[in-house]
Every structure is written in C-alpha cells, then in structure tokens.
C-alpha cells in the first residue's frame, strides 16, 4: 500500500527529475543565459548597491530609547556623531596653545566639519578660570606667585641658562642662610627637566605648574570636539574629514615625534576603525577560505570538474542574491554584510549534495542522463524542503525590531531559494560538460563511513554520553549571558578604542554618561539632587554649576594677584644661539657655583624638609657635567642651548595665561558663551544633565545597575550606557522573537513535508541539542553573546535544520537503516559541507576584530555541534530497521 509521503514524494521527485534533465539536455543555452545575465547583474550590483553604514538605523525607530534618543539629538544635535581629539603634551602651555591652533584652524574648514568646540580652551574659560578654583586653592596660589615674583623679575629680563642658574644660586644661598623660601616646586621642576633631557626622553619645565606651586605631571591633556560632515553613501563616511583632521594638525605643527601627541577616538571613528578592522578580518578569511574549501572539496569530490561545479554555482548564487538585495534593499548594513559568509556556507551545502548524489548514481553503473534523471529528483526533493526550512528560519527575522538582522534575514532567506535554483538549473548544465572523465567507482565503505560505525557499534556509549551532556548544559544554561559593551567587539590594539578606554578612566572625562533632559532650571535643580543622592551614580553636572559660587570673594584675590605679579613681559629665547668660548665658559661658571650653593645647604642643613629636593638636584647636575666632559665644546654648547629652551621656553606662554587670568569678571549664566551654553540649554528651552557612574560600566553588571537607577527617576534618560543595554535587549528579545516563530514556521513546515511526528522530531532533536551544547561552550569559552557573533544563530539555524532533514529525508525515502545511511553520499555530503562551511568560519578566529573572531569561534563550535549530533547521535536514533529494508539507496 501506497503512503501519503511516498505519493507526495514520487511527485516531487518527478518534477524535479525532469527539470533537471531539461537543464542537462539544453546545457549550452542555459549556460549562454546564465553568463548574460551574471554580466548584466554584476553590472547592475555594482553600480547601485549603496552601503548604510550608520549603526543607528539598525534598530527600529518605535523603541522607547530610539524615541528618547530622537528628542535628545533634535535638542542638541550638536552631540550626534562626534569625533573626540585628544591632544597631550608634556606641559600645560604647549598642550593649550596646541589645541587653541587646532581648533581655530579647523573652524576655517566648513567644508568638512559642522562644528569645532574645545570645552576647556577659549577665551572665556582663560579669563575665568580663576573663578572656578576654591578660595584656599586662591590663596595657596596667590602665595606661590609672590614667592616666585623676585625669580620671575629677573629671568624675565634675561631669559638665559646662565642668569636663571644665577637666580637658583642666590636663592638658595637665603635659604642657606635661614631665609624662608619655598623652594622645592622650582627645584623638583628643574631636577625633573634636566633628568628627561639626560634620559633622552627631553620635556620642557612649565612655569604654569610652578606658579600654582603643583608638581609637574608626566602629560596634560585637552579636548576639541569635532562634528564632521559624513557622507553614509560611502564604506568610510569620515574618511575625508578625518583626512582634513590630519593635514589641519600637520599645518600648525603637531606632527608624529613633536612634543603634542595627537589621538582621534569618539563615536565616529570608533565605528571607522571596528568597520576597518571588521573587513580586514573578512578579507583574511576569504583569502584563508577560499584555499581551505579548495582543499575540503578535492577530498569530497576527488575530481575537478565537480570541484568548478560548486565554485561556479557558488559564485552564480552570490551574483544573484547581491542582485537582489540591491532590487529590494538597495544597500548592505554592517551586519547584512554577512551575507555572504552565510550563502558560502550554505550555498555550498546544496551543490556539495546535489554533484555527490549525481557521482553515486553514476558509481552504480548508469549513464549521465539517467544519473541526471534520479539525483536530480532525489536530491531535489530534499534541498525543497532544506530551502523552505532556510528561508523561513531567515524571512522569521523580518517582524522583529533589529531591522539590520531583518534586512539580513530577507537577503539570506531569499538567496537560500536562488541557491536551489541555481544549483539545479546551472548544476545539471555544467555537468554535461564537467566533468568529462568517467567516474570511478569506490571502495563499498568510504572513510565517513567507517568512523561513524563507531557510533552504532557504541550506540548506548553514545545515548549515556548524549544524556550525561544534556543534563551538564542544561544546568550551567542559566549563566549563559551578553555582553552589551560595544567596545568588547572592537579590536582592542585600535587607537581610537584604547583612546576611548583610557577616557573612560577618567571620571570628569568619560563620554559613558547619561543624559538626562528637564524643562526649566527648577526641574534640573530637583532632577540634579534626586539624581546626585542614588548610590550608583557619581555626579550630576548641569550648567548651574558652570557659575561659581563666592565670585565678589575670588575675585579680590585675584585682583590681588595681578598686582603681586605686576607689569611682567618675558622675552623669548633668541631664535638664532650665539655658541663662543666666552659663552661656554659663563654657562659652566653658573652651573658649578649651582652645585657649591646646593652642596653648602645639605652640609648645613641635613635634616631640612628641602634637604632631599636639593641633593636630588645636585646629583642630577653631577651627571650633567659627566655628560658634558665626555663631549666637544660645539656638543656642549648645543646640549646646554637645549637645557636651556627646556627650562625657559614655556615662561612667555606661563605669564600671558596668568595675566589673562587675572582680568577676570564677575559673571552669571547669561554671560556664558552661546557656544558652550548650546550644550547645555537647548534652543527648544530643554535642560541636559550628565550624570556621570560611581562604577565601572566595563562590567555588564554595573551597566545595568547604573541605567535602571537612573531611569528609575528620570525614565527618559539616555546615553551610550542607556543605548547599549536598551540596544541589547531589543536584540536578544528581537533573536527570541525570530526564534520562536523559526521554530514554529520549521515544524509546522516538517509536519505537513514529513507527515509525521516522529520523523519531525527527529529532525528537530539535533538542532535542540547542538543549540543547547553551543550556548553551553559559550560559558565554558567565555565568549558571551554580543551583537555582532549573535548573527551566527540563524546560519547554525539553518545548517542544523539542513543537516538532520537529510538524513531523515533519505532515511524515509530509500528506506535505509543507519548502519547503511552513514554510508552514502548523503553522510558524505553532510561531513563534508559541513566541513566546507566550518573552514569558512574557522577562519574568522584570526580576524582582530573580536566581534568577528568571537562570531568565528561561535559558529565553528556550533557547527562541529551540528556535525556531531546529525552524524553521531542521529544515525543512533535511527538505528532500529524498517519493514521491506533495502540495502542500498
């Protein structure tokens, strides 16, 4: 008696079997076709599929922070897409007059930035820095000036190594002398100066540090925040702006070995550099790939014929699907990019079954039209029903809110139908050409074969293993976590990502703020203190504390100030260095009776608190005059003239900072900038509040924590720490989603292919288990989900899905048992696709973009699940034999 499945199946078989035979006999007119129109979609593909590479888009606009995040741009739109340069340099004066030159010169630029602000280096902030210090930090400074006025007279008027090394001597003779002077802020300047020079490592002393009676850091930092003009139609939208960054700098002198470093990060270029890094990675698994597979398919194959077979239907199918994700898309993201990744190693499955069928067919003594004929229905009939299970596993990600995996999901699902066609129209074709030698039969057991034997020989090894393995994943399933920091993805050697985390390190400087909008400074006032008293938040900075308080107070010292430093002008070192005998000889005299007053003062006061300072100096000078003994008098002349600009270079630019620091003004928030107040009071009258962490939101935890108690009080907060939970979650519930109706779609789709529950399940059961052993490595690899590998699940989706049906769908349709099934090319052709794709993303390991590499571990240790519970566990399953078993297929 006939079945309901083997009617259904001896139609499908039939249609199939004739379309191939048609391709077949009319091999040289399909060809011809297909070769115009691969010219004319390559032609079409490449001159109109764009590239979106705005990250932003990738998520449906309806979620409630996408919401939030509009109203928050259209207030201050000044904050989206932003480049951060950071500029260091060994003293505050150089670092200053760096980035007051570069900012002027690229607010010339309008042609490549909207917008060019430096937060803390403008004319108002010089005038009114004062304002901002405390009242005792006023007078310590205050107290520092009028110690150092005598010495800054003097080297004013004669900025020379000889007279400023006079000035030390004299002073430390007064200090000899019971005098009380504070001097070690000066001398641990000079001691650390001529250190770095001796050192060869030279930085220049600032006199701005002495002057406030600081100690010299090792680097001072600024920021000019950048908006430039990107152009998305483009791989690198701010390739050009960069650009015009880096000759801006080289024009006013910051260039690679100079004293300012210059570092570019923020939003903008760190979505550059993860794109670069991205492809790179890309690039160097196609090239490793392309050989790998080579390789896998000569061991599948073992003819090159069949071999160009694959490649050419994969190349086809590529052609084909660019084709039409151009049509109906009309560009690729960063994420439907992959789609490639995801054709080669599923577009390969379907020709890999197809050709080893057809060589099996022709191994059993029939002629390459009957071979067409009978794997062309027995194949056919399968790669259906792997089509439909693909494509509806993809199309499921169309509804959800990730609309850069739905773009995906629409690109892959339907280049998974164009797979099926071209295999079975352009397939059959090339092999009335291809190969042209007879294929030879093999032994009767292929290697496969007989390794799976172990499995059926070992079958309730295999159930316990199976069983113990379960219940192992099942209980560490609950840990399985992701991973919402964006930064984890990048490469973490990238200059803009180690800038980045090195602002983090910052508190007052960290970008990962939240922002949070009021509408009247009565509601920021309230907003600030409920805000401020959370435990997990650090701050809260609103442009209420831009005025300081006791302003009449700071203001009378600094007027007292500018009158205890007086009409001072430095002049500059000479450009061009007079070097004589006469010269020479006065440096060295300066020097020597430097290092007698030092050694006098630690004879007669050991125990005084400069005591140390003064014999660290004195040593240091020790070394100096070895240095300089070893030389000629043209050397010594030189090293003395560098000595020299280190030590006084910096105190023209230290005196006018100060004097314009002592014009300051009493002020109020009306007297803001208009380009610092957009910042913080929007046009539309909103209020913005950054509140800045208590923790590091490096931790996922701490991120969380952080978020919810913000938006516990201001639910319409946002930020990159608010956008990155907000985006992982809609992701994770977005891949929940698309899984639950894959799932559904797939079985309802194996109910009415298979008629059966039992066989559904069975093909299902292997998807089940390598999903639940991958997550479970995942925890044990400690590679967490992230948004960019969460994208191999639907390809491990579709493989699993691909993989057990054939099995299945052969095992019901040649009414085999397992101990013959593991033998044909249906085993085969599953091991060895598998191990196609599996060298295709194996590669990905290498890739220094670590979204990438962790994608690539993800898939090749989901993949090597697959394998193993379709070819291992499966074949256990199906073991028990069938009424009317045949013995071979």
């Known amino acids: 008696m006939t079945t309901p499945v083997e009617t259904s199946h001896s139609r499908v078989h039939a249609i199939f079997a004739r379309w191939t035979t048609f391709s077949y006999q009319y091999a040289l007119w399909v060809l011809l076709a297909a070769l115009l129109v691969a010219i004319v979609s390559g032609i079409y593909v490449s001159r109109n599929l764009g590239m979106n590479t705005d990250t932003a888009e990738m998520l449906s606009e309806d979620l409630p922070f996408r919401v939030n995040l509009k109203r928050y741009n259209e207030s201050f739109p000044q904050d989206i897409d932003t480049l951060l340069i950071v500029l260091n340099a060994p003293t505050p004066e150089q670092v200053r007059v760096a980035t007051e030159n570069l900012a002027a010169r690229l607010k010339q630029d309008s042609s490549n930035f909207y917008d060019v602000y430096s937060p803390r280096v403008d004319d108002f902030t010089a005038r009114n820095g004062l304002l901002y210090q405390s009242i005792p930090e006023l007078e310590r400074i205050t107290d520092s000036l009028a110690a150092a006025q005598p010495l800054i007279t003097r080297i004013s008027r004669d900025p020379s190594l000889a007279a400023f090394t006079d000035v030390l001597t004299s002073a430390v003779d007064e200090l000899n002398k019971g005098q009380s002077i504070e001097l070690r802020p000066v001398l641990k300047g000079v001691n650390a100066t001529l250190e770095a020079r001796l050192n060869g490592s030279p930085r220049a002393l600032s006199w701005q540090t002495m002057f406030s009676g600081e100690v010299q850091k090792n680097t001072y930092q600024e920021l000019i925040i950048i908006k430039p003009r990107l152009d998305f139609s483009q791989l690198f939208p701010a390739e050009q702006s960069i650009a015009a960054l880096h000759a801006a700098a080289e024009s006013v002198g910051i260039t690679e070995g100079g004293p300012v470093r210059l570092r570019i990060t923020g939003e903008v270029a760190l979505a550059e550099e993860e794109l670069n890094s991205s492809l790179r990675g890309m690039e160097f698994a196609g090239i490793i790939t392309f050989v790998l597979v080579g390789v896998v398919l000569f061991f599948a194959m073992r003819n090159g014929g069949l071999i160009l077979n694959v490649l050419v239907c994969l190349l086809m199918g590529l052609i084909l699907t660019a084709t039409f994700a151009t049509a109906v898309v009309g560009h690729l993201n960063l994420i439907s990019i992959a789609f490639a990744v995801l054709y080669i190693g599923l577009g390969a499955d379907f020709a890999i079954h197809f050709l080893l069928r057809y060589r099996e067919v022709l191994e059993n003594n029939h002629s390459p039209a009957e071979a067409i004929h009978i794997s062309g229905g027995d194949a056919g009939a399968a790669l259906t029903a792997c089509t439909v299970t693909n494509a509806i596993g993809f199309y499921a990600f169309m509804p959800t809110d990730y609309s850069g995996v739905a773009e995906l999901g629409i690109i892959s699902g339907t280049g998974m139908i164009i797979s099926l066609l071209v295999t079975l129209v352009i397939g059959p074709a090339l092999l009335r050409y291809l190969p042209k030698k007879t294929v030879a039969k093999p032994a009767a057991k292929s290697s496969v074969g007989k390794v799976l034997e172990l499995s059926l020989k070992w079958h309730k090894a295999t159930y316990a293993v199976t069983l113990v393995a379960t219940v192992g994943a099942l209980a560490i399933l609950p840990q399985v976590r992701f991973d919402y920091n964006l930064l984890n993805m990048q490469d973490p050697k990238g200059g803009a990502v180690q800038t980045f985390r090195e602002l983090l390190a910052e508190p007052d400087l960290s970008p990962w703020h939240i922002a949070v909008l009021a509408n009247n400074p009565q509601e920021t006032e309230t907003l600030a203190k409920r805000l401020a008293d959370l435990p997990e938040v650090n701050k809260v900075v609103t442009v209420l504390d831009f005025v300081p308080e006791q302003q009449e107070e700071k203001f009378s010292l600094i007027q007292e100030m500018a009158l205890t430093i007086g009409p001072i002008a430095a002049t500059p070192p000479p450009q061009v260095r007079i070097t004589s005998d006469a010269i020479l000889a006065e440096q060295y005299k300066a020097l020597r009776e430097l290092v007698a007053a030092l050694e006098r003062f630690v004879a007669n006061h050991p125990e005084h608190p400069s005591a140390a300072t003064v014999s660290a100096l004195r040593s240091t000078l020790a070394h100096l005059f070895t240095q300089l003994d070893k030389v000629s008098n043209d050397k010594k002349s030189k090293l003395l003239y560098t000595i020299e600009d280190d030590l006084l270079a910096m105190l023209p630019l230290a005196l006018q900072s100060l004097r314009t620091a002592t014009e300051a003004t009493v002020f109020d928030e009306g007297d803001l900038p208009i380009a610092f107040k957009d910042r913080w009071h929007s046009d539309a009258g909103g209020y913005r509040l950054a509140v800045y962490p208590v923790e590091d939101l490096n931790d996922n935890d701490a991120l969380r924590r952080f ?27 977005a891949f929940i989603q698309a899984f639950s109706l894959a799932l559904i779609g797939v079985v309802v789709i194996l109910l009415v292919l298979l008629r059966s529950i039992k066989y559904t399940l069975l093909v299902l059961l292997p998807l089940l288990l390598s999903s ?44 085999l048992v397992s101990e013959v099934l593991i033998h044909t090319s249906t085993a085969r052709a599953i091991f060895y696709s598998a191990l196609t794709a599996l060298v295709d993303f194996a590669s990905l390991i290498f890739s220094s973009h670590l979204g990438t590499a962790s994608m690539g571990i993800l898939l090749t240790v989901g993949l090597a699940f697959t394998l193993i519970c379709t070819l291992i566990i499966l074949p256990a399953l199906l073991r028990a034999p069938a009424a009317g078993v045949k013995a071979n297929a």
Request: proline content about 6%.
């Open 772 to 815: 639940l052993f991958t997550a479970a490595f995942t925890i044990l690899l400690d590679v967490p989900f992230n948004f960019a590998n969460i994208i191999a699940l639907p390809l491990l989706l579709g493989l699993g899905i691909d993989s057990s049906l054939h099995m299945v769908y052969r095992s019901i349709n040649n009414e």
């Open 707 to 733: 978020v919810r108690s913000v938006q516990q009080v201001a639910p319409h907060a946002i930020g990159v720490p608010v956008v990155s939970l907000e985006a992982g979650e809609a992701v994770v519930q």
